[in-house]
Each structure stands twice: as structure tokens, then as C-alpha cells.
């Protein structure tokens, strides 16, 4: 399917901010990016770099004031995610080296402190992806999906603790059960279409029976129409904006249409 | 200097030609890609990954028949390019690990048959900047731009041997001298802005002075407003189109202008 | 200066464990490997992979029972070790790309709940090598080095509030009051010449005046006599052993010495 | 198998000479490097860096003089190399990413001009391990192997031309041809055990079946016991010495022998 999405972003800094942004999708196995069309208002000089997760990252400085950033984006992606219960638990010696890092504990996703409450929600569970959807389906129907409780400094052991939170609680949460198993867990942000309200997004990806599978415990069954637009170990790696220095998001709209005509008409003769 | 650019491609192949196309300029230190546009027709399926020299290269198979290739982008660079006829030459125990591959003689660029036709050249002129410019300049004076003399298999030592050739021709002549005097010598693949007649250009890059600084053996004087769309060792590695089966080039229409309003007017409101 | 270092392992599992392991330095721009021996006893089958970072991880399983593990290395390294309390700090927007992942929060290093206690620390200090100088300082005033206070799940805000910890504890200590302050900071393991009581050691570099600075909290004044094994954002990164299954390390014996002579006599002829 | 290899090196130049050495074979998945010694005489500083093909560079001025370099290696290898006549080829379309560039022509194997010779030699034959190995054999069996024919400007066409070569000229033959039939091939140099006479050695591999396969037109049969040192497109890329300056090779000592004891005695207590 192709999905036309849109991010404006309007902030303000009270002095000149350092910024990093993660905004820009790239083409690769899973997606196409037909076309995009990044706008700065003002215009400042940036410049791009790709980070060790393989992720596109815009660096610039945020001027005195107000700024707009937008980003417009036409993707192809899939309009279903792949689902298979019976794919089995990969052992970790046979975890390709890349996905080595994604068992590993991290700043939003202690896992080195999850691991009984991991054993007790996969009891009599098949290892493997059924223990993953085991643990994502607990998450969707046992904690509330909430503004307000969380912040950007909420962990998956906060999470639990507060029986509630969004997105990114959520994926936290299941990535920190996952890798408490031992089995790779990845953030993923970035668009689903029909997302309700709309906002960016936040779900995770667990390494099973061979190969990346998505999971979203916000959903109540598995959806495709995703535009990735980062990676990372947690929220830590992948923050759509990182500031170093005071900076304000006063708007943030978001939109996500499917694109009417998927092989366009032909453009006009050159 | 922001500049709108455009290259149309018409292709067809007696059966179905496994494709990899190199189209997509990526941001950096030296530009920003301010939007793009990829369009196929028919629409195949296309992934994208990032060869070693750090160029996004697109995969696709060209359907049996005709197919149309088209990639439009606004791209922000410089108008002017750095000069420096001072610049040192950089010793090669000082030249970064990373661009020492640029010193290894190459499919087109033989430099090792080439030290003392080098040699010749830039005898009396000091080491750095101005050897790599004394090559240019010779090039531009010595060798006749034109068509028709050159084609895929003519290297750096064919085109001294005929006095004529192309930009990617010249190109491959400036690298394999550098390269014969110990200068990182690199390919560059892209627009240039008024190119008359306009098409897909090829220029090279050397190293001295402790950074990379531009060379066109085809222009009169230093010019800017150029948009890198790949570098490799010479043409070999940046085929704007690597056909693994018969493809034809029935047309290739490029245009690049400049764009009219440097920041554009804010999108409609969100 | 050349050293000989080694360090000896003996684990048991009560079952086939999959373990990543990071005991292999690597030559570099910093450190030069002369020569290394990697022993396994018994003989298992290994791999090895450069991980995002760039330190090299060797994978095996480690059989049911006892298994001993044994690297020895000779490295030419500084006797001394960089000071400058006048470098300034570094602003974020000239950062290396590479280097701003170390201005993150990590699992060790919540640096986004550090930066109240960061400003008092440096309250009136210069920015840059000065500030980092005073947290170091700091910590090794003001904190006890003491076994058996902390523990693998232990972070810097334990360590903070419980007033005492180990090597690592007082690196992630300072590396989260240097990220807070917006400077990269980053965790080195490695070897440490005349470290008493001998043991693998941990410390950090803090990236101000435009390099990275070691900075090691445990020892009164700055000593060179380093050799690198790994670098990461925390320990979570940098685990001399990774087990996914129960591994004991039943006894671990490090020992480092200076290599009586820099320049070996010749070897026997060939 | 255990393997014991040495190069002794013995250098001159009549001033200082910057150099790239590819001597340290590293740790991956087909082979364990148990331990290593590399000793320079004089001893001169030097730095590492991994190339874009991932072998390990080491920087280093000679200096003035003579100078000797020796590599004693210890790796696990295997003692047969994989062979499977029926592989079928891997449509360009399905071969990996990062095996795309050993489809490219290089400077050695010119495979754009060798396309009638390849279609020759494979008439008849199915398309993948099988016409490698017919290459291969063709090579063998019509070549001579003999020192003095080429030097170190010779390339593939010009082998096949002159109708011998060595080892480094059999191997871009094998290349050259596999890439003119679309089939992914790459140079490969190290160390073969019971090679006659014994030297560094060079041979190659094509990507066929969906994996690498090990190909070696300087031997009647195919044998194991190879210790790979670098990988690269051809010998541009992997020369054990690149000078640059004056350099000449006084003495090179090569050996390979089986280690005793593939799992040695305990080392000494620690």
C-alpha cells in the first residue's frame, strides 16, 4: 500500500538549541520511499549523518524563537505485518551478530530486573513468537492505555508499576519481557495509518523463529500501515527531536492518508 | 544555492534485467536534501541499501519491455566551490585511513602505468593543490571534449592515447595522474548547474591540504552549484545504472535549474 | 610503553551457555597489539564480530561444566595520559557525529535525573576539562571504594545514594553528571598497570576541547598505563562476559606487568 | 585443523616510506585466530584501521634503511573446503547487498571485456558452481604456472594473452570470467598449508547457490587448509605491502605448518 504521511512540528527556544532530529525515513528492505520533502521555517543549514542503528539523523540549531519543521513523506509498505504463532524461539547462539545488541538491557527497558515477572506471563507458553504475543496481549488488555502518567523519564518498571501509560510505555515494557527471555527486542517509531488519535508511534520488534516479527500492544489485532522512521535500543536512541538545550514543542500535528492512486499518472513530458 | 534537478529515464529491455540504480543524492556535511521524488513506471518493487563507499543504491528488476525512471530533487549547495592554490600537499602517512583507497590504482583510473606522464606534467609545480590543478588545467587545454571517441571499456590511459573524450573520460585522466603523484583521487557523479549541454556530469575530487576540494576538467574556472549524487574509485563504481542483462537507454532527459525562492513560502496550514 | 597483561577465566554452567565475550583489545590509533594469545580450555568452537561500537566480541558456548577462558596480550600503550585543564568545552552543534550517542541516558547512566546534582558540582568551574576534572575529583573524594555495596543492577543514582562502589560505579557516576552538562561521556574497560588490588578496570573519557580525555575516578592523580579492551555507553555495553543461561565465574585472575623490553631482541632466524 | 603460519618480511628503502600492511589475518566465522605476534625491527609506531572490505590495515613509515617485519599467526581452519557441483547460480536479483561490488570490474579483472571468453568456456554447462569450476579447471589445465611472465601491472586479458602467470594472475582470470558471467567472485589472499613452493598465496571465491564457495586454479584438487588474510576485488585491494615511496622486498620468508596440538596443555598456572 502507499501511505502519504505528514509531521509539523512547531517549537520555541528561548536561545539558540542544538537539535537532532529523526524525522526522515529511509528506503531499505521493508519500505519504499517514493518521495519526501523536508521544510524549515526559517530556513537553517543542516546537515544529515546515519547513526550505528542505521537511522537518518538531521543535525541543526534551532534559532531564537520560533521554528517549524515539517516533513512530508510518500511510502510503499505493507498493508499486513507478519504473523506466526508457531515460529519457535531462536537460541541465542543463533542470533545473527546485529541483534545481538537488542538482547541487552537499556536505559527505558531495565531488563536485567524483569525476568520473573517475564517468567510468570509466559508460563506454559510456547517459546517463542507465542510467548511474545503472550506478553503483548497482557500488556493491551492489563495496562491503560493513558496521557499523563508517563514522562520522559517513566522506565518499563515504572510502567508496570503504574498499571498505565502510551506507545512508547507500552513498547518499553514488552521489549524489557522479551529480552528478559532472551529474545531480541527492538523500538521501532515512526506512522500507522488509522491510528486513533493520530499521533507519531511508538511499537516494538522481537527476533523469533529467524527473523524480525512487529508487535503493538495498542492494538487489539496485528496492523499493517507502517512507515518506519527509527530503530533503537529504547526511546533513548530514537527521540524524534533530542535537544541539547532548552526547547519547546508548542504544536505537533501528524497525518497519515492512504496515497488514492498508488502507481501515479504518468508526470508531465519532460 | 538551492537547485531543483531532474533526471528522466527511459528504458527497455528484451526481458526482465535485474537493475541497480544509483539516483538518490543523500544529505551530508556538503548538501541537504530538501525533498525528492522516485517515480517508476510501471511501478516495480525497489529496495534500497548503502554501498561501501556510503551511496544510496536502489534494486530493482526493469520489467520485460519499457520501463520509465524518474528522480526529481531540490537540493541545498554551494554556489561556489573552495579554492586553494596554497594547499600542501598531505603526506600520505597523514591522509585519513578512510580516504586511502583513493590512492589505489582502479578499473579505469590504471595509475601505476601512469607516474611518469605525472611526472611530466607537474614538473616545477609545487606539491598539493597546485599539482592537482596544473593536471586539470592541462586536461582541459590538451584534450578535446567530444563525443563518439570513448565508450564503457575506455580507461584513463585510452583517452591520453586519443586526446579526447568525455567528462567522465577527463575525470578518469585527473585521478589516475593524482593517484601516480600519491594524491587520493576520487570520482564524483552528479549535477551541475548550466552544464551546456546539460546531462548527468562526472568530476573528480582530490585530496590535499588536509580535505577534499573539487576538480572539472571540462569547465573553464572553479564552479559551484553542483549536487553529488555518488563517489567511488572511478566509473565503475557509480554507474548511474548497473544492468545485470540486456537494457537499452532510449532516453535520458536531465534539467537542473535554479530554484526560484531559496526558502519557500510556509505549506498550507496543517 | 609495552606491557604484557593477562587475564584468566574459569566459569561453570550447569548448562550448554550461549556467551558473548570482550577480551580481545584491538590495535588502533591509541594502542598497538604486539602479540595475543586466545586459549580455550576445553577447545570450543568460536566466532568473532565487530559490534557498533567497534570492539571485537567473540561468541561460543560454554559446555556443561567448567571451562577456562584465557587472553594474554602485549600492547604498546602511553605511559601517560593527556591532560588539559584549559581545553573549553565543546559545543554540541561541533560534536563528531559519531560521538553524540554518548550525550544520551543510558541503563546505567539516567543523566536525564542528573542534571541538578551535575550544576552544583560544577558550580563555577570553567566549562569543559575543568568541570569534568571537578566531577572526577568529586567522586573520588566524596565516594567510597568498597566491594559489595553494588551489584550488576546497580546505576548511578544507587551509587549517588548509597555513597560507595566500584570501578564501574564511579565511571557511570561520571559519565552521567558529563552527559547532564551535555558532554559526551563514554565507559572504557580494559587494564590498568600497577592497579591495586589487580582486576579488570573500568573508567571513562569525556569528549571536551574537541577530543576525548581519560578520566578515572578511582585513582588520586591522572596515570597512563591503560590498555583498552572495549568501549560502550555503559556496562551494559561492555560485559567482559555476556551469558544468556547461568554461568558462574568460579575465579578470575588478572595480572599486568611491563614488558622488560620495548624492542625484543630478534627472533631466532627463520 | 590447527595451523602455524609465519611471514617474514625484509624491507629497504633509501628514505622514510609510508606503508599499508595487510598481514594480521582476523577472527570471523570461518576461521579463529588462536594467537598472533607481529614484531617490527626497528620498531616503529604504527596504527590499525579496518577497510571497507573489513581486513585489518596496519600504518607504518619504513624508515630509512632496513627494516623486518614478521607475522606468527596460530589459527583454527578448516581442513576441507566445502564443494557442492550442483549449486545453481544466484540471480543477480537475489544476491546479497554488500556481494553487489564483486560483480564490478576492477583494475585486474576487466570483466567488461570478457564476456565472448567466458561464454566459451561454459558452453554447455549449467549455470553456477559448475561453470565456476569449469573456469577454474580451464585455467589449470591451459595456463602455465610460471614466475617472471607478469609483474605487477599484468592483468587478466593479458594473462590470458601471454598464457601464464602465477598465482595472483590465475585468480583475477577466475575472477574476471565469473563476473562476465554475472556471477560474484572476489580475491582472496593468505596462507595455504603444504602450498609448493611455499609462499603468500592468492585464489578466489564466487558467490554461488546463495553462499561463498573457495576456488583455487593453481591446484588439481580442491584443498583446505587456507588461512585467509584479506578479502578484496583484486589485488589492488589486498597487496600484503602497499609502499609509497621506494620500497623493495630484500627477503621473504613464508611458513605453514600444522600445529601439534590442535588443543594445547593447560597453560602455566596463572
Known sequence: MRL???????????????????????????QWLASEAYFFEPHVPSTEYVDSFGNLCQRFVVPQGRMRIRVDVVV????????????????????????????LQSR????????????????GVAPGYAQVEAIRAWIHG?????????????????????????????????????????IPARMVVGYLHELDPMDM??????????????????QD?????????AYGRDAADVAFLSNYGDLTTERLTVRVELHADPAPPPLAAP
Not at 531495565?110 to 520473573?116: A, G, R
Not at 489485532?221 to 522512521?229: Q, S, Y
Open 4 to 30: 502519504k504521511a505528514m509531521c509539523d512540528i512547531e517549537v520555541s527556544a528561548p536561545q539558540d538549541c542544538p537539535t537532532v532530529a529523526m524525522l526522515r525515513p529511509s528506503s531499505g528492505l521493508a
Open 76 to 103: 510503499d509498505t505493507e498493508a499486513t505485518i507478519a504473523v506466526d504463532p508457531n515460529a519457535p524461539a531462536t537460541p541465542v547462539d543463533q542470533v545473527p551478530d546485529a541483534a545481538l545488541q537488542f538482547l
Open 108 to 123: 527505558y527497558c531495565p531488563s536485567d530486573k524483569m525476568e520473573q515477572r517475564a517468567r510468570e506471563l509466559v508460563a
Open 142 to 182: 492489563n495496562l491503560d492505555y493513558r496521557y499523563g502518567v508517563s514522562d520522559a523519564a517513566t522506565d518499563a518498571l515504572d510502567t508496570l508499576a503504574r498499571g498505565a501509560g502510551v506507545c512508547r510505555d507500552f513498547a518499553h515494557v514488552g521489549i524489557g519481557l522479551c529480552r528478559a527471555l532472551q
Open 201 to 218: 508511534h511508538a511499537w516494538f520488534e522481537a527476533f523469533v523463529g529467524g527473523r524480525w516479527y512487529t508487535f503493538d500492544a495498542t
Open 221 to 229: 489485532a496485528p496492523r499493517g500501515g507502517r512507515i518506519v522512521v
